[in-house]
């Protein structure tokens, strides 16, 4: 059963940092791309981050570029996301994403998602 | 405000015939790059629902399909049903921006 868990979600301080991570079950890890997406409370999606098969290619949005890092860990199946310097406007549910062999195939596989709290 | 334009909300009868569209411009949609639909039920994950523009994934109803015109694309449903009711969101990819962009979602409501 193809399957993404995401975890280290929590509340953080301002300005302080937190890694998410993503262990991958059910298929071949290092044969996907993958990305994070992040949905804050009540607004839509938003995409994040995205990391080739073999991390050769990162790339981030504007809102994070500087702050957030993308990495993967193919031996262990395992999606990280190091976010420092984080803001309120970070706060939201965080979700990793595989997709396909193109990078602009559809986000086929999602996770549950970890909720990333910013607050004082 | 989001690259992709989606209208906030959407709402129809059971059995009747709705459609959410998805405006973009030249350098995502208009440039060929492919648009698909996520359906995300309350409080879960967004689910994959449509993609390349018009392909369904196995156990979506046929009852949904997805079409792309110049700039722009649709999500068509048919037979409304109270299951429906969800937010959904198409996505590309965008060429100036570098990077994979959403529409701010629509939610559907059965009334």
């Known amino acids: 059963q193809v399957r993404l868990v995401e975890s280290g979600g929590g509340v953080v301080q301002p300005g302080r940092s937190l890694r998410l991570s993503c262990a991958a079950s059910?298929?071949?890890?290092?044969?996907?791309?993958m990305h994070w997406v992040r949905q804050a409370p009540g607004k839509g999606l938003e995409w994040v981050a995205a990391?080739?098969?073999?991390?050769?290619?990162?790339y981030e949005a504007d809102s994070v570029k500087g702050r957030f890092t993308i990495s993967r860990d193919n031996s262990k199946s395992t999606l990280f996301l190091q976010m420092n310097s984080l803001r309120r406007e970070d706060t939201a549910v965080y979700y990793c994403?595989?997709?396909?062999?193109?990078?602009?195939?559809?986000?086929?596989?999602w996770g549950q998602g970890t909720m990333v709290t910013v607050s004082a | 405000q989001s690259v992709l334009t989606q209208p906030p909300s959407v709402s129809g009868a059971p059995g009747q015939r709705v459609t959410i569209s998805c405006t973009g411009s030249?350098?995502?949609?208009?440039?060929?790059?492919?648009v698909h639909w996520y359906q995300q039920l309350p409080g879960t994950a967004p689910k994959f629902f449509i993609y390349?523009?018009?392909n369904r994934p196995s156990g979506v109803p046929d009852r949904f399909s997805g079409s792309k015109s110049g700039t722009s694309a649709s999500l068509a449903i048919t037979g409304l049903q109270a299951e429906d009711e969800a937010d959904y969101y198409c996505?590309?990819?965008?060429?100036?921006?570098?990077?994979?962009?959403f529409g701010g979602g629509t939610k559907l409501t059965v009334l």
């Open positions: 994403a595989r997709v396909g062999s193109s990078w602009y195939n559809a986000f086929d596989v």
């Open positions: 990391i080739s098969h073999d991390e050769s290619k990162r």
């Open positions: 059910g298929f071949t890890f290092s044969g996907y791309a």
């Open positions: 996505q590309s990819y965008d060429s100036s921006l570098s990077g994979w962009v």
């Open positions: 390349a523009n018009n």
């Open positions: 030249s350098s995502n949609i208009g440039a060929g790059y492919d």
